[in-house]
T-cell receptor, first 115, second 112 residues
């Protein structure tokens, strides 16, 4: 079974620029998550989708971050404009059932450096 | 707010030594508990999980964890570590129907 696919693997931008990340979850997984992992910390949930609807975006900085999952499959996360503190690894995860068992499968992540 | 505490930032062990990594959480209700591992250059993967039942759970590669409800703990153990266990280990907790919360992680270095 193919895992969670993310691209790009690395991205370097200057502050105030825009950037987008893409994620394709495991086939059949209805729930998709975006996490931010700052160096030295654990992943922090940014947004959770159930199919194409948002379940939780309470920790998403909505003034600059946006995410969509239009067809309920793949998803994009955008930052516009980027700040230095956005430097982190952005992880995408998916799960089959978000309620009962919530076993999440993670992609390799996109490492973002904002200069 | 719910939090997850991992007591050790970096642990260094010799091969064949025993391992115990601490994890405590602050939520008082029913929770699901997880340990994830990230090997160098690889993605996060599930090591083991606890949902209910026997509080001693066994995972892959000889790892086990014990849920002690009275102590709000879910410590990870392995009797004898190998060099290939070098990785970062994350404890994660979610109460039912709420997002997963991760600890800051413990980096394990196993030396020959």
């Amino acid at each position: 079974e193919a895992g969670v696919a993310q691209s790009p693997r690395y991205k370097i931008i200057e502050k105030r620029q825009s950037v987008a990340f893409w994620c394709n979850p495991i086939s059949g997984h209805a729930t998709l998550y975006w996490y931010q992992q700052i160096l030295g910390q654990g992943p922090k949930l940014l947004i959770q989708f159930q199919n194409n609807g948002v379940v939780d975006d309470s920790q998403l900085p909505k003034d600059r971050f946006s995410a969509e999952r239009l067809k309920g499959v793949d998803s994009t996360l955008k930052i516009q404009p980027a700040k230095l503190e956005d430097s982190a690894v952005y992880l995408c995860a998916s799960s089959l059932d978000p309620i009962a068992k919530n076993i999440q499968y993670f992609g390799a992540g996109t490492r973002l450096s904002v200069l | 707010a719910q939090s997850v505490s991992q007591h050790n930032h970096h642990v260094i062990l010799s091969e064949a030594a025993s391992l115990e990594l601490g994890c405590n959480y602050s939520y008082g209700g029913t929770v699901n508990l997880f340990w994830y591992v990230q090997y160098p250059g690889q993605h996060l993967q599930l090591l083991l999980k606890y949902f209910s039942g026997d509080p001693l759970v066994k995972g892959i590669k000889g790892f086990e964890a014990e849920f002690i409800k009275s102590k709000f703990s879910f410590n990870l153990r392995k009797p004898s570590v190998q060099w290939s266990d070098t990785a970062e280990y994350f404890c994660a907790v979610n109460p039912r129907n709420t997002p997963l919360v991760f600890g800051k992680g413990t980096r394990l270095s196993v030396i020959a």
